[in-house]
């Protein structure tokens, strides 16, 4: 790579990767906002029957959960079309148009090997490729932020997503430069590519929306964004409820539940409802020592397991609930017993391994 060449072309290009980066995180910023205050109303629209079932996974990106809101973000129209100002308009140029202009030969009577040329060129792409994506998604991050729902998202799995990306759209752009170097006209050089991208595009949408048509995603290059995978991979939400002692003593235990059960899962489908866990941590045995008789326990356990019988049906048999608060090996046993107990949320005890194994094996 040519480092005068490569910094001479970013100098070329900075004010519009500016904009380009601009509009691209004020988009991702946008999405969460969207999925935070309007998520639950087209989940029920959804759900109501008045749009098809496909459009729950548009290219793989939804609006009912944070995931598929970052994911949706990156499949849509507006991030294509802006992210393709490097990935097809820069590179499907970057050649053709210097020999449109006819000043191929003189860059290339400089001290720089064609080959030396064109990796530069491609350098340049997938910096540019690189930048776009990491301020879509820093703006999906600060959207979470702001809307309040970062404790959706798994930063952790962002690197792997923002790789994922950058192949994506990198392979678009190496795709512009083969055509650029193909040509000695921007036209056909950006007609070439634009149109495998609309080829691409379409048959990635055409699979999500028809399914007869599914076979032909794998055809696509989009097909293998697999965003809302990233983000969901191995992330469990835990739901967890409690009453203070003050609610317990005046018998406001099982309303103060209902609360948060309602709040916790306002908008959650029973399709989705096996993912979570209801973890039940009476704030009174929180670190203190206390702990939940079994018959506590199992009461509140009952009732829960009724109130998602009521919102999901036969489904919340299957649903996890866990009970945690001062959970020790010696009232593990007990508490693992009871019918409605499906485990233990272990806080402090955790810490030390000797305990821990003994709580487990206690549990078994």
């Not at 490097?86 to 970057?94: D, K, N, R, W």
């Not at 148009?97 to 340049?124: D, N």
Request: charged share 15%; net charge neutral; hydrophobic share 50%.
């Amino acid at each position: 790579m040519n480092r005068a060449l490569f910094g001479q072309t970013w100098r070329a290009q900075g004010i519009k990767l500016a904009l380009v980066s601009a509009a691209l995180a004020i988009w991702g910023f946008l999405m969460p906002v969207i999925y935070a205050q309007f998520g639950s109303q087209f989940r029920a629209i959804l759900e109501s029957g008045i749009l098809p079932a496909q459009f729950a996974k548009l290219g793989g990106g939804d609006i009912f959960t944070l995931p598929g809101s970052i994911a949706l973000s990156l499949i849509h129209p507006i991030a294509i079309i802006l992210t393709s100002v490097f990935s097809v308009g820069f590179s499907a140029t970057a050649i053709a148009g210097e020999r449109q202009r006819g000043t191929l030969e003189v860059a290339l009577a400089r001290p720089i090997a064609r080959q030396i040329f064109y990796r530069t060129l491609l350098a340049a792409s997938f910096s540019f490729v690189a930048v776009t994506v990491t301020v879509l998604l820093a703006g999906g991050i600060a959207g979470a932020a702001f809307a309040g729902v970062t404790g959706e998202l798994p930063i952790r799995h962002f690197p792997l997503l923002w790789l994922n990306a950058i192949l994506l759209f990198g392979a678009i752009a190496a795709m512009g430069l083969a055509a650029s170097s193909s040509f000695d006209r921007v036209a056909p050089a950006l007609g070439v590519t634009l149109g495998f991208v609309i080829v691409m595009y379409f048959l990635e949408i055409l699979g999500s929306l028809w399914p007869a048509a599914a076979p032909l995603q794998p055809y696509s290059l989009f097909h293998y964004l697999k965003a809302k995978a990233i983000l969901k991979a191995g992330l469990r939400p835990i739901v967890c409820v409690g009453e203070t002692d003050k609610e317990r003593d005046a018998q406001e235990t099982f309303g103060r539940i209902c609360a948060q059960l309602d709040g916790g899962l306002d908008g959650l489908p029973a399709s989705e409802a096996e993912r979570i866990v209801i973890a039940y941590e009476p704030v009174w045995a929180i670190g203190t020592g206390r702990t939940a008789t079994p018959a506590q326990a199992e009461e509140v356990h009952a009732f829960i397991r009724g109130k998602l019988a009521e919102r999901w049906g036969e489904v919340a048999e299957r649903v996890r609930i866990q009970y945690g608060g001062s959970v020790k090996s010696a009232n593990a046993r007990e508490l693992m017993s009871q019918p409605d107990v499906d485990g233990a949320l272990v806080g402090g005890a955790s810490l030390e391994d000797r305990s821990f194994a003994d709580i487990v094996k206690n549990s078994i």
